[in-house]
Nanobody, 123 residues
Framework: QVQLVESGGGLVQAGGSLRLSCEASGGTFSSYAMGWFRQAAGEEREFVAG????????FTSHSAKGRFTISRDSARNTVYLQMNSLKPEDTAVYYC????????????????WGQGTQVTVSS
């Protein structure tokens, strides 16, 4: 049973930083890619960043580029999202997800999802 567990969310002031973690278990992930999505209240879920587990190739959305960095630690089966220069518009529930094969920006392509972690950025 594949499980993805996010952690690291919280309340931070604008301009601050947070690092989200997503620990994966219950499967072999070398053929998977991992993605971070977020969903603000009343909005659609949107792609933030993705990484291939084997090669570590990364993809970052336009809104996150230059501020957010995705990485993975294969030994710990953990994917991270380092978020710097946070803005109030980054406030959302952040989800980790796994997709077989390549990174996708489409949430329906993903096979497994975590429960989400709340990030709130105050102005």
């Amino acid at each position: 049973q594949v499980q993805l567990v996010e952690s690291g969310g919280g309340l931070v002031q604008a301009g601050g930083s947070l690092r989200l973690s997503c620990e994966a278990s219950g499967g072999t992930f070398s053929s998977y890619a991992m993605g971070w999505f977020r969903q603000a209240a009343g909005e659609e879920r949107e792609f933030v960043a993705g990484i291939t587990w084997s090669a570590g190739t990364t993809f970052t959305s336009h809104s996150a580029k230059g501020r957010f960095t995705i990485s993975r630690d294969s030994a710990r089966n953990t994917v991270y999202l380092q978020m710097n220069s946070l803005k109030p518009e980054d406030t959302a529930v952040y989800y980790c997800a796994a997709v077989y094969g390549r990174v996708s920006t489409t949430q329906s392509d993903y096979d497994y999802w975590g429960q989400g972690t709340q990030v709130t950025v105050s102005s």
